[in-house]
C-alpha cells in the first residue's frame, strides 16, 4: 500500500494502472492515455531493440511526456525509479554513475534555456564509460550533438522514426567510449 492506493505485486504493476491515474488524481493523465502511452513505449523499446540489440539488457525506460505534470508518484507506483532534472544544472549522482540514459525532445526542450554542449557534457558526466544514451529529437538539432558525440569520442549514429523516414524527429543510438591518453612516445618515435 503507499499513498496512492494498494499496488499489485512485481512485475504486474509495471503495466498496471497505477491508483493514482485511477483515483483522477495526476492533471491530464486519464487511463487512457496511460494506456496509449505504455503502448507507445513498447512500440518504441522494440524498435530500440532492433537497432541496438544490447539494449535489451539496460533496463527499462520510464515515461515522462510532460515535464509540467508531476508524475514521480506514478514512476514509484509502477515500481520503477525516477528524477527531475533540471539539465542546465549539475545533478547529483555521487556515488553513482548512469549506464543508460534515455531522453525525449529533451534538447529541444531546452534549446533557449542553456547550451547544447552544456546538456552533452553533464550526460558525459554522469554516464559511465561504455554507457548507452538514446536521444529523441529534431534531426537539425541531432546533427549538431552528434558533432558534440564524435568530438568526445563516443560512438553513435542517428537512425530514422520508428514510423517512418519522413519525420523530422530522429533518434541518436550513442555510446560513451573508455578511452585514455596515448602511451607517451619513445625516444626513438619523438625524433
Not at 539496460?58 to 533540471?86: A, C, K, M, S
Not at 525532445?105 to 552544456?118: G, H, I, K, M, P
Not at 546538456?119 to 559511465?128: A, F, N, S, V, Y
Not at 568526445?152 to 514510423?163: L, N, T
Request: hydrophobic share 30%.
Amino acid at each position: 500500500m503507499t499513498k496512492g492506493g494498494q499496488l499489485p505485486k512485481w512485475i504486474e504493476r509495471l503495466n498496471a494502472i497505477p491508483p493514482r491515474i485511477s483515483r483522477g488524481s495526476v492533471t491530464g493523465i486519464t487511463e487512457n492515455v496511460f494506456v496509449e502511452n505504455t503502448e507507445l513505449w513498447k512500440k518504441r523499446a522494440e524498435h530500440y531493440k532492433k537497432i541496438d540489440h544490447q539494449l535489451a539488457e539496460t533496463g527499462r525506460t520510464v515515461p515522462v511526456e510532460d515535464d509540467q505534470i508531476n508524475t514521480l508518484g506514478v514512476i514509484y507506483e509502477r515500481g520503477l525509479i525516477g528524477t527531475y532534472q533540471n539539465w542546465c544544472e549539475p545533478m547529483s549522482t555521487y556515488p553513482r554513475t548512469c549506464d543508460f540514459i534515455h531522453v525525449d525532445s529533451v534538447f529541444s526542450l531546452y534549446n533557449d534555456r542553456c547550451e547544447t554542449e552544456d546538456i552533452h557534457l553533464e550526460m558525459d558526466r554522469i554516464l559511465r564509460p561504455e554507457g548507452r544514451v538514446i536521444i529523441r529529437d529534431d534531426v537539425d538539432l541531432l546533427l549538431k550533438i552528434k558533432k558534440i558525440t564524435d568530438a568526445k569520442q563516443w560512438e553513435g549514429r542517428i537512425v530514422d522514426h520508428e514510423k517512418e523516414p519522413h519525420e523530422r524527429e530522429k533518434i541518436l543510438f550513442a555510446v560513451k567510449q573508455s578511452w585514455t591518453a596515448p602511451p607517451p612516445l619513445t625516444p626513438e618515435q619523438d625524433q
